[in-house]
């Protein structure tokens, strides 16, 4: 698997951006679940949103009800909207996703490249 992320930049506090990330899977690899984690200097990265291959979404509890997590499976690409950014938002945010090899069921997991999300105050 692997993943080409997009989307970040500088945004005043109350903004939105949109992040996306689109996955390349080989044809014996079917595309399981996908999110977004976060991470600041000297901070482990957290989970922001995820979203499961049934459509099924998982947001942390400090971003619920301001992001929201989507996917379009026909492209296998997923989209974050972050609407009402603060400050605290700011971070690198890395795009995440596993896929099921079809023959063997062995799991593979893959990060996309961070994208930089500033908010200024």
């Known amino acids: 698997v692997q993943l080409q992320a997009s989307g970040g930049g500088l945004v005043q506090a109350g903004g939105s951006l949109r992040l996306s990330c689109e996955a390349s899977?080989?044809?014996?690899?079917?595309?399981?679940?996908m999110g977004w984690y976060r991470q600041t200097p000297g901070k482990q990265r957290d989970l922001v949103a995820s979203?499961?291959?049934?459509?099924?979404?998982n947001y942390a509890a400090s971003v619920k009800g301001r992001f929201t997590i989507s996917k379009d499976n026909a492209r296998d690409t997923v989209h974050l909207q972050m609407n009402s950014l603060e400050p605290s938002d700011t971070a690198v945010y890395y795009c995440n996703a596993d896929a099921r090899r079809v023959y063997t069921g062995a799991i593979a997991y893959a990060w996309g490249q961070g994208t930089l999300v500033t908010v200024s105050s």
């Open positions: 979203i499961s291959r049934d459509g099924d979404t």
């Open positions: 899977v080989r044809n014996d690899y079917r595309l399981g679940n």
